[in-house]
């Protein structure tokens, strides 16, 4: 099993990592665009002060200030981030995200591995259906710059578990714990992603329920039963963090677009930019799909879906062979959304229309429900791959071919990116310049910079009027008239009154633009009757 583990660490590092570890990581992080990971190392950075007794763990006034920001309903990472605390206290938040972002897809491979391996009893068919799964479109696309949603590894845990104790080889007491810490774990990972398992997992084991024979079903309802029961320790252990959601406002509810992201039915068999096989080719096609490129997760190679439907075929009479391939596809449906989209064009309306209102269902973006697909596609591979047959050899090439295919672009941009920081916000120099408690307004606004990161390279030694902590701003800023034109990266903000009334509103002390963009935002700050002094990289403008 460790080698296993080693094997899928090491492709990581060779796809993912060259960057980092041949390289200059002084300030180099894994993946593309950066405000994200920046975020990500702001949240690491938030924890590890937590833990020193420094900072509330949910409501902080260090974004968006004066109002603040309920982090409850921010992509915080809170369990990834207190177990790196040291290495972020010691070494880092670069290096603390670096380790976890390529640690993300070997422990999705091995925990697919563990899962596939306790499904067919065999090595070699384990050790494919667990890469089929750590190095699916699904989580190469989310390597770019989506850490919560790479760590996905708890959900084949959870398979593994139920797996086992309907076996009879975990006892029930031993098994509501385990499942109430995967529960806890993908909570404190991400909330969404524990939605979908909950969601997910709970029609798979009805559908399981409904396929069993006789003989299995008083077992599955047990083992259901025992889960439910793990779902309640579980929500005892995180109560605190939901009242901390819910007890607060949601800063960001009203204004999510999850009919925008949604899973394009061509992207199921059309690899995009990602995918380093037929991605720059068919980029005239992919070009057209929902969303974003981090969106888009669905490309399934052909001989990877032509290994799962003859496995549906050639097991049809199996319990397995009924289940996995109706799981695959009501996760490919719900994750299609509300209305069929293909190649960009919006057909007719789809089943995931009747529930997508719900509360909470309404938060999620449901291309990413793909991922549960990607789990039972592994195990099918696995599992046709153990079945003994004459063309056993044809089956292993052709799941080498699909999985081949899957391989990520090796374009070095996708996959490491530099975040130079100013060095103003390096080793004191900003805490020396700003004085007590500022308030600062960075520019570039929000996702267009690094702002989050540079809070934390100064220990965060300032309050940001302003932030980036999720896609969208919370209504007390969205509502300021100047925020438009600080977004609009095509032309120069001109509204030096709105920006008069933003710095009032929200108490500024300084604004802080990065010198490489100083061009950009001079006429606006003059005209609001500023000057600027460059400091390191960087031009303060004091707000008297």
């Known amino acids: 099993m460790v080698r296993a583990l080693a094997l899928y660490t090491v492709g990581s ?70 177990l790196m605390a040291p290495v972020t206290a010691t070494a880092g938040p670069e290096v603390a995200y670096n380790l976890l972002a390529l640690a993300a897809p070997p422990l999705a491979a091995w ?26 479109s699904y989580v190469t696309v989310e390597m770019q710059n989506h850490l919560n949603l790479a760590l996905v590894f708890p959900l084949p845990l959870a398979a593994l578990l139920v797996l086992r104790h309907a076996s009879g080889r975990i006892g029930d007491r031993r098994f509501v714990l385990a499942i109430a810490a995967v529960f806890v774990a993908q909570f404190l990972i991400f909330t969404e992603m524990l939605l979908g398992l909950v969601l997910f997992g709970g029609l798979a084991g009805l559908l399981a329920i409904v396929l069993a024979g006789p003989d299995l079903r ?92 003859a496995f549906a075929v050639t097991a049809r009479r199996t319990f397995a062979g009924r289940l996995l391939p109706l799981v695959a596809l009501v996760a490919v449906v719900c994750a299609l959304g509300s209305r069929l989209v293909v190649a960009g064009s919006v057909g007719p309306p789809l089943p995931w229309g009747l529930v997508d209102d719900l509360p909470l269902l309404d938060l999620a973006l449901p291309t990413r429900f793909v991922v549960h697909a990607w789990l039972a596609l592994a195990v099918m591979v696995a599992l046709m791959l153990a079945t003994p047959a004459r063309l056993g050899v044809v089956r292993s090439a052709v799941a080498l071919l699909g999985i081949v295919m899957l391989t990520p672009t090796l374009a070095a941009g996708f996959w490491w990116h530099r975040l130079e920081p100013p060095a103003f916000f390096l080793n004191g120099r900003a805490e020396t310049a700003l004085g007590r408690e500022p308030v600062v307004l960075l520019l570039p606004y929000g996702f267009l910079a690094n702002g989050m990161y540079w809070q934390a390279k100064t220990g965060m030694a300032f309050r940001q009027a302003g932030g980036y902590a999720s896609s969208v701003v919370p209504t ?34 300084h604004v802080i633009v990065d010198a490489r963009h100083g061009f950009t935002y001079a006429a606006l700050l003059r005209e609001a009757g500023l000057t600027g002094r460059p400091i390191d990289g960087v031009i303060v403008y004091d707000v008297r």
């Not at 020193?52 to 990834?80: M, R």
């Not at 889960?227 to 939901?242: D, Q």
């Not at 438009?484 to 933003?502: F, K, N, W």
């Open 111 to 136: 925990c697919c591995y563990l899962l596939c391996r306790e499904a067919c009893g065999r090595v070699g068919p384990a050790l494919a259906g667990g890469a089929v799964f750590g190095f699916s």
């Open 218 to 309: 008083p077992t599955l309802v047990r083992t259901a039963v025992r889960i439910a029961a793990g779902g309640l320790v579980a929500m005892a252990v995180v109560s605190p963090y939901l009242y901390a959601a819910f007890a607060h406002p949601n800063p960001i509810a009203d204004r999510l677009s999850p009919g925008f992201y949604v899973l394009d039915l061509a992207n199921l068999v059309v690899p995009t930019g990602v995918t380093e096989i037929g991605g720059g080719l068919l980029a005239p096609t992919s070009a057209r799909f929902t969303g974003n490129v981090t969106e888009q997760l669905g490309y399934m190679p052909l001989p990877l879906l032509g290994l799962a439907v």
């Open 476 to 509: 007390w800023y969205s509502s300021e008239p100047i925020l438009p034109q600080l977004y609009d990266v095509t032309r120069p903000a001109v509204d030096s009154a709105g920006l008069r009334r933003l710095l009032a509103a929200k108490h500024v002390t």
């Open 13 to 82: 590092v060779l796809l993912f990592g060259r960057g980092i570890v041949f390289g200059d990581a002084s300030d180099t992080v894994v993946g593309r665009f950066g405000s994200d990971q920046g975020f990500f190392m702001w949240s690491l950075v938030h924890w590890k002060r937590v833990l020193q007794g420094a900072e509330s763990p949910f409501l902080t006034d260090l974004i968006f200030s004066p109002e603040g920001f309920n982090l409850a309903w921010a992509t915080v990472i809170p369990l990834p981030a207190v």
